[in-house]
């Protein structure tokens, strides 16, 4: 794997499409140049090359949560939502991180 692919995993991420929650308990990946938001049950919600997915961290957003266009939609993902331990809430910023080191955009 080369120096610009990133690789990321979050479970128990809160997914959101406005005005509605997707998922409580979903997972974030990213593999291989993709990214790939799941379902608890592994079903994918929404898949793309991370090189066109934006993501950021808007005014309103938690320290937990980012934004994040994937083929045109935005989804808010509130990461470590099954513990509220600090450790959980750097997950949004290793997200971005990974995201950004893959190619991707900022929003």
């Known amino acids: 794997m080369g ?3 990133a690789e990321f995993s979050a479970t128990g991420v809160r997914i959101e499409r406005w005005p509605r ?5 979903g997972q974030v990946l990213i593999k291989d140049g993709r990214l790939a938001l ?3 049950y592994g079903r994918v919600i929404e898949s793309a090359p991370v090189r066109a997915v934006r993501a950021g961290k808007p005014w ?3 320290d937990d949560s980012t934004v994040a ?3 045109g939609r935005r989804y808010r993902l509130t990461m470590g939502q099954r513990s ?9 910023g ?3 991180e990974a995201v950004r080191g893959a190619g ?4």
């Open 38 to 40: 799941l379902t608890s």
């Open 21 to 25: 929650s997707l998922t409580r308990a």
């Open 3 to 5: 120096i610009s692919e």
């Open 84 to 92: 509220h331990a600090p450790k959980d809430r750097a997950l949004a």
């Open 104 to 107: 991707g955009g900022r929003s």
């Open 69 to 71: 266009t994937v083929n």
């Open 60 to 62: 309103f957003a938690g």
């Open 94 to 96: 290793r997200f971005l």
